[in-house]
């Protein structure tokens, strides 16, 4: 069957994926995307994602989409955790390398270099996302206590900090030294496999 939006007099074909932005940290730091919104003859969707050296795309998963990150410019580092093994695997990515994060697998990626370019494409025209700070955000310290032993209070105190809405981290303001055990590089495309968790 034809899509019938193709079957329209004024069929749209083309569109800017840089008009609209969907996160911006800083001038340097941000995400334009292109969604069936913006082009409703898109079968797929994408973000444009542009980093300095040391920021992270926050740990989460989408529960509906697969991701393949394709590096433009630059280098990053992508870990993804494999629920099968349970054991995350990193890989060091160069441009025109590609990195894919099966749906519904928790995943974060980090720029190794300053003017980074990573265009993130999924399976489907709008991707759902659970960002791994909402997840944190909302569980209680007596649940982090009683499932992992944690400090109720020092619980609280540290995801007291932590701003849902950052989609690209450290937020603005942190004081702590850029830094992430999980992004030892490796020699693209071989993956190295981290510590089980």
Same mark, same amino acid.
């Given at each position: 069957?034809?899509?019938?939006?193709?079957?329209?007099?004024?069929?749209?074909?083309?569109?800017?994926?840089?008009?609209?932005?969907?996160?911006?940290?800083?001038?340097?730091?941000? /995400?334009?995307? #292109?969604?069936?919104?913006?082009? &409703? *003859?898109?079968?797929?969707? +994408?973000?444009?994602?542009? @980093?300095?050296?040391?920021?992270?795309?926050?740990?989460?998963?989408?529960?509906?989409?697969?991701?393949?990150?394709?590096?433009?410019?630059?280098?990053?580092?992508?870990?993804?955790?494999?629920?099968?093994?349970?054991?995350?695997?990193?890989?060091?990515?160069?441009?025109?390398?590609?990195?894919?994060?099966?749906?519904?697998?928790?995943?974060?990626?980090?720029?190794?270099?300053?003017? /980074?370019?990573? #265009?993130?494409?999924?399976?489907? &025209? *709008?991707?759902?996302?659970? +960002?791994?700070?909402?997840? @944190?955000?909302?569980?209680?310290?007596?649940?982090?206590?009683?499932?992992?032993?944690?400090?109720?209070?020092?619980?609280?105190?540290?995801?007291?900090?932590?701003?849902?809405?950052?989609?690209?981290?450290?937020?603005?303001?942190?004081?702590?030294?850029?830094?992430?055990?999980?992004?030892?590089?490796?020699?693209?495309?071989?993956?190295?496999?981290?510590?089980?968790?």
């Amino acid at each position: 069957m034809i899509n019938p939006i193709l079957q329209s007099p004024n069929v749209q074909l083309a569109a800017d994926s840089n008009a609209v932005v969907n996160y911006q940290r800083d001038p340097r730091n941000y /995400v334009t995307q #292109l969604f069936g919104a913006q082009l &409703p *003859t898109i079968e797929n969707g +994408f973000f444009n994602v542009y @980093l300095s050296k040391g920021i992270i795309v926050q740990p989460h998963w989408h529960t509906n989409v697969t991701e393949m990150v394709i590096v433009i410019r630059g280098e990053v580092t992508t870990s993804v955790f494999n629920p099968f093994t349970r054991e995350r695997i990193t890989y060091h990515l160069k441009p025109g390398q590609v990195s894919v994060f099966p749906k519904g697998w928790f995943h974060w990626f980090v720029a190794e270099t300053d003017d /980074v370019h990573v #265009l993130t494409i999924f399976d489907q &025209p *709008t991707p759902d996302i659970v +960002f791994g700070a909402d997840f @944190l955000a909302a569980t209680p310290p007596e649940v982090a206590h009683r499932a992992y032993c944690l400090d109720e209070e020092a619980y609280a105190r540290a995801v007291a900090s932590i701003q849902n809405d950052a989609i690209l981290g450290p937020p603005i303001g942190c004081d702590t030294a850029v830094s992430d055990l999980s992004t030892q590089p490796s020699n693209a495309p071989k993956p190295t496999k981290g510590s089980r968790d």
